[in-house]
């Protein structure tokens, strides 16, 4: 058994001297490294695509899920969409110095917490070879070294996406030790970064449950947890029969590989448009697991189990069942829900503020599809995940939350009695 401690040890030390590095770094470098890195991507489109063509040929062999092949291929048009992404990271404004707050006390001393790069973040992630570029990209304009551990589905993927990341971070004057990619897919590599406290400052894990359950119970280092997207939609009395229609079979089948597709659909017991939405969802190609009163509205469906309200399907598959009321809608998300994102689709603005009040996700929605819990939909460029805990950050993690902060305190000599 290779022993792949030094090896990790070499890459902490090198992150560590690169992060203070960055953390001194003005804003134009740092811009301009991922303004290069986007051109370098676009570039280099030819060879991304044909070591993404390795790993689906791989992947399809080894009998990966379609949506595990959907989050795993890649095309001309998401490498346009990741370097874009990069470019977007590129123009927000930089985080690092920013005055959260200051004030002046009776004795003179002037105080003011500033927003600094939490260090050296370890990244481990599964399937999506774009995290690749999101990541590299956050963690080097919020001033952080990056510490990359893809999954081996996505190997041939990834390396070549980091290599065009270096390029644009080494074209810029940054070192390149700012960001870099473990070399060996040995499972013992995650385990060593975990227990590596002191030397990362920070795991976010991307990926499944076995992944994040993984993290969370072996780390010893801080983690910002990513978990499942068990989503609802919550069609209320007073829902608009074609906005619902429209925002629910959306928010399953635009792209069900992703984290914010709806998993289950609550319908109100007096909403008048069961069928047609039901319907439509099996229209669009879509397996629904309905209960008893749902699939007395049509054969189609397939009769859900206990199991399927607690299920994050990333497939052409939903749960449906009708609630009694919005309380009862509130409820059910309380007991099955991820904390993840949560949608009410409804005309009555005090059901909708009740809704919005009452759900304990990182991101609530009222008439819009939960397709939309996404970074950059939100106006933060690049995301490194969706953080569904109650610490530090919560929903779209993306430059800020890659950060903390520190007191600054000024004086001209005092001195405490």
């Not at 304009?141 to 081996?152: D, E």
């Not at 509205?297 to 598959?317: G, H, K, N």
């Not at 069942?321 to 904390?339: C, N, P």
Request: hydrophobic residues 45%.
């Amino acid at each position: 058994m290779t022993d792949y401690q030094p090896m990790m040890a070499s890459i902490a030390t090198k992150a560590r001297a690169a992060s203070r590095h960055l953390a001194a770094a003005d804003d134009a470098a740092k811009a301009s490294a991922l303004t290069y890195a986007a051109q370098a991507l676009r570039d280099q489109s030819a060879d991304i695509l044909a070591a993404n063509a390795i790993d689906v040929a791989a992947g399809t062999k080894a009998g990966l899920s379609p949506a595990m092949l959907d989050r795993l291929k890649l095309d001309e048009a998401r490498i346009t969409a990741m370097a874009a992404a990069v470019e977007q990271v590129a123009v927000l404004a930089d985080p690092v110095g920013q005055i959260i707050d200051s004030s002046t006390q009776p004795n003179g001393l002037q105080m003011a917490r500033i927003r600094v790069p939490i260090g050296v973040l370890g990244i481990i992630y599964e399937s999506r070879p774009n995290v690749t570029a999101d990541a590299a990209a956050l963690g080097l304009r919020s001033g952080n070294a990056v510490i990359l551990r893809g999954g081996s589905e996505a190997g041939h993927s990834n390396r070549a996406i980091y290599a065009a990341m270096l390029a644009g971070i080494t074209q810029a004057g940054l070192p390149a030790d700012a960001v870099q990619l473990i070399p060996t897919q040995d499972r013992e590599m995650v385990g060593l970064m975990l227990r590596a406290q002191g030397a990362i400052d920070m795991i976010i894990p991307r990926g499944g449950k076995s992944l994040v359950a993984r993290v969370q119970d072996e780390a010893r280092v801080p983690v910002l947890a990513h978990l499942d997207g068990i989503n609802h939609s919550y069609v209320h009395k007073d829902a608009d029969p074609a906005m619902a229609q429209a925002i629910v079979v959306n928010a399953k089948m635009r792209r069900t590989g992703v984290c914010g597709a709806t998993e289950t659909v609550l319908i109100d017991q007096d909403y008048p448009a069961a069928a047609e939405l039901i319907g439509a969802l099996i229209d669009a190609g879509c397996e629904v697991r309905a209960d008893d009163v749902l699939m007395e509205l049509d054969a189609r469906t397939v009769s859900a189990d206990a199991d399927d309200w607690d299920t994050e399907y990333l497939d052409s598959v939903i749960s449906a069942r009708v609630v009694s009321g919005l309380g009862d809608a509130i409820d059910h998300i309380a007991r099955h829900g991820s904390h993840h994102t949560d949608a009410i689709i409804t005309n009555n603005a005090e059901a909708a503020a009740r809704f919005l009040a009452q759900v304990d996700s990182a991101i609530v929605m009222h008439n819009s599809s939960t397709q939309f819990a996404d970074g950059g939909e939100f106006g933060l460029g690049a995301e490194i995940g969706i953080a569904t805990g109650r610490l530090h950050a919560r929903g779209p993690v993306a430059l800020e939350g890659l950060t903390t902060y520190k007191w600054v305190v000024r004086g001209n000599g005092q001195i405490r009695p």
